[in-house]
């Protein structure tokens, strides 16, 4: 079946960078976006962007423009997103997600999350 | 950027019909999906392109679309029904993708 399994809980302090791995199966990896999408605590949904895992092409939301890279490595089917210059407010639950390739596509299905919690 | 918004909570009995609306300027025009997250787990997709459903999800979930309002209508609720509910389009200008701002549905 399809799934993606994310890599484990990270704890970081201000200013340093966390990457999070989405490892993909049970699909073509490169058929499917992988979109990231966060959820601070107590709050909602607010996506990212995604990677194209054929071309490596990325489109990022503009708040995380100049601070998320996103790539993949399509010989073990995983994606990554990277955030650097982590602050507190960056605390939240990541959450990679497949899209179709194609405009105004869905999330189907969502990894299980990671938590990074950002705290000196 | 393009503002989704959703009443922060509804509450519907048992075996009656939840509606939860997604509002944004002219929304009828694009493409809305719909998902449903419970306490401690990653969103689910319970529709997509507006009205359709994926396998597994029941009947009971439906969604329509039209001018300035979408709307996800859950019909004969159940207890299994209380969760968090997001609307998600895509807005062309930005080319990015936007969520709505959450609807938590409790069952009385």
């Known amino acids: 079946q399809v799934q993606l399994v994310q890599s484990g809980a990270e704890v970081k302090k201000p200013g340093a960078s966390v990457k999070v791995s989405c490892k993909a199966s049970g699909y073509t990896f490169t058929g499917y976006y992988i979109h990231w999408v966060r959820q601070a605590p107590g709050q909602g949904l607010e996506w990212m962007g995604w990677?194209?895992?054929?071309?490596?092409?990325?489109n990022y939301a503009q708040k995380f423009q100049d601070r998320v890279t996103m790539t993949r490595d399509t010989s073990i089917t995983t994606a990554y997103m990277e955030l650097s210059r982590v602050k507190s407010d960056d605390t939240a639950v990541y959450y990679c997600?497949?899209?179709?390739?194609?405009?105004?596509?869905?999330?189907?299905?969502w990894g299980q999350g990671t938590l990074v919690t950002v705290s000196s | 950027s393009y503002v989704l918004t959703q009443p922060p909570s509804v509450s519907v009995a048992p075996g009656q019909t939840a509606r939860i609306t997604c509002g944004g300027n002219n929304i009828g025009s694009k493409t809305v999906h719909w998902y449903q997250q419970k306490p401690g787990q990653a969103p689910v997709l319970v529709v997509y392109n507006d009205s359709d459903r994926p396998s597994g999800i029941p009947e009971r979930l439906s969604g329509s679309n039209s001018g300035n309002t979408a709307t996800l209508t859950i019909s004969r609720v159940e207890a299994g029904d209380e969760a968090d509910y997001y609307c998600?389009?895509?807005?062309?200008?930005?080319?990015?993708?936007?969520f709505g701002t959450g609807t938590k549905v409790t069952v009385l």
């Open positions: 998600q389009v895509w807005d062309s200008i930005s080319d990015h993708r936007v």
């Open positions: 990677i194209n895992p054929n071309s490596g092409g990325t």
């Open positions: 997600a497949r899209g179709p390739v194609r405009i105004g596509s869905w999330f189907d299905p």
